[in-house]
């Protein structure tokens, strides 16, 4: 599976973007709709940290979402098993929300929470947001 990342920017605090992940056309609808597919962010020079999961039919109930506790209820995960997508739509942005932002699919990761629980990468967006 090959992911593609697109969709950073930059935006004011308080505003909104949103981040896309594409599977490649080789990924079969079915194979991706087994993945759990989540979001990480890394900052320069700060280790990279779990944003939002959303689980595939191996991880689990499908659909089913978490989030980190420095983004909930203000990041929203979401995918289009059709389209072979994941998005991050992000609102109230805000300055430490300034980091790459990578997404990634696993399916036979033990919680999700970890870099070591996903197999595939994409390469990474830059979100800044400014105060």
């Known amino acids: 599976v090959q992911l593609q990342a697109s969709g950073g920017g930059l935006v004011q605090a308080g505003g909104s973007l949103s981040l896309s992940c594409a599977a490649s056309r080789h990924t079969t609808a079915h194979t991706f709709t087994t993945y759990t597919l989540a979001w990480f962010r890394q900052a320069p020079g700060k280790e990279r940290e779990f944003v939002a999961f959303i689980r595939g039919s191996s991880g689990g109930n499908l659909g089913d979402t978490y989030y980190g506790d420095s983004v909930k209820d203000r990041f929203t995960i979401s995918r289009d098993n059709v389209k072979k997508m994941s998005y991050l739509q992000m609102d109230n942005l805000k300055p430490e929300d300034t980091s790459v932002y990578y997404c990634?699919?696993?399916?036979?990761?033990?919680?999700?929470?970890?870099?070591?629980?996903?197999?595939?990468w994409g390469q990474g967006t830059q979100v800044t947001v400014s105060s």
């Open positions: 990634a699919a696993g399916r036979t990761g033990t919680d999700y929470l970890a870099t070591t629980d996903y197999d595939y």
